[in-house]
């Protein structure tokens, strides 16, 4: 047993427009604390009012990291944020900060709380490569593609999943192993003193839904579309990849197809508005089923309402 001193963290989990950055936010105030971004889409600086980031007032309470430190044309997986999320919570602690991990990108927080199996990273190059070889065979010939060297993976990831079968076909054309191998490789845990308390923010759904179509509305209010114009300025320009990250942000695709003539304002508003409530649906129930009191280092989870 470790004799380290036990290190608390506090997790705020939740679907998307659950009120999880405000509660956050009241508990930094409370413990003297450092919000810490686990949110995908989040971590990137061209869409702050689209991906709904603390505002320069909340940051100003509270000190606030990993919003917005990256660049569209950047890549991020659950590895490599929690390379940057372990060194912002040891940072923390040195600080005397309570670390305060909050978020919807629950695979990130489960990768942070049980460890990831040590899969290599991929360079840049063959990370390109494995995008431009699914964009040239199309989905399904793709999909077919990487069964040949990794079936696990293709038996139990969509055929429109692009961007996870890409990941498997780079690391297998880098490593000479199939990934689906490498994840069944013993996980790396975090430090054993480290101890997460974790708070679950799940609203009734009918309110979830309704808080999804006012905040999506005020977006829209609040010059939402110049930063999604910008952006997509920047894809046509080659700056930023097509299938980069950044452009699975809930309403951007909906909101670019109106800047180009494809969709009404009301048809855009719309489909983000449906397209975030289907991807709240999805984090409920993941949330309500992996993050658990008996998984590793898990200290306690505590489910509560807005």
């Known amino acids: ?35 810490i971004n686990a949110d995908a889409m989040q971590l990137y600086k061209e869409l702050p009012i689209l991906t709904a980031q603390p505002s320069y007032e909340e940051q100003s309470q509270s000190p606030h990291r990993l919003y917005g430190v990256l660049d569209a044309s950047e890549r991020i997986n659950a590895a490599r944020w929690c390379i ?14 309570h670390p305060i991990l909050t978020g919807g990108t629950g695979f990130y927080l489960k990768a942070l709380t049980e460890g990831l199996s040590p899969i290599p990273d991929t360079s840049d190059e063959m990370r390109r490569n494995s995008l431009a070889r699914a964009r040239e065979t199309g989905s399904e010939k793709f999909h077919l593609e990487v069964s040949q060297f990794d079936p696990e993976l293709a038996k139990r990831v969509n055929p429109n999943d692009t961007q996870r079968l890409a990941h498997g076909w780079a690391v297998f054309h880098e490593t000479g192993k199939a990934l689906s191998e490498w994840q069944k490789l013993p996980k790396m845990p975090p430090p054993a003193n480290w101890k997460f308390e974790v708070v679950l923010i799940l609203p009734e759904r009918e309110m979830l839904y309704e808080r999804i179509k006012r ?6 209010e609040n010059n939402v579309m110049d930063e999604v114009s910008d952006l997509s300025k920047r894809i046509d320009k080659n700056e930023v990849e097509s299938d980069a990250n950044i452009i699975i942000a809930h309403g951007f695709r909906a909101l670019r197809d109106y800047l180009q003539g494809k969709k009404t304002l009301e048809e855009a508003r719309e489909t983000g508005i449906t397209d975030t409530r289907h991807y709240a649906k999805r984090q409920y ?12 280092n898990i200290q306690s989870v505590r489910i509560q309402s807005p």
Do not use: N
Request: charged share 30%; proline share 3%; glycine share 8%.
């Open 1 to 35: 047993m470790s004799s380290r001193p036990e290190r608390i963290i506090s997790i705020v989990a939740g679907p998307t427009a659950s009120g999880k950055s405000a509660y956050a936010l009241e508990l930094g105030t409370k413990k003297g604390g450092c919000v």
């Open 285 to 296: 129930t993941w949330f309500r089923h992996q993050i658990k009191e008996d998984a590793y």
């Open 215 to 220: 905040r999506f509305d005020l977006m829209l």
């Open 84 to 97: 940057l999320a372990k060194k912002e919570i040891e940072r923390c602690f040195k600080e005397g900060l």
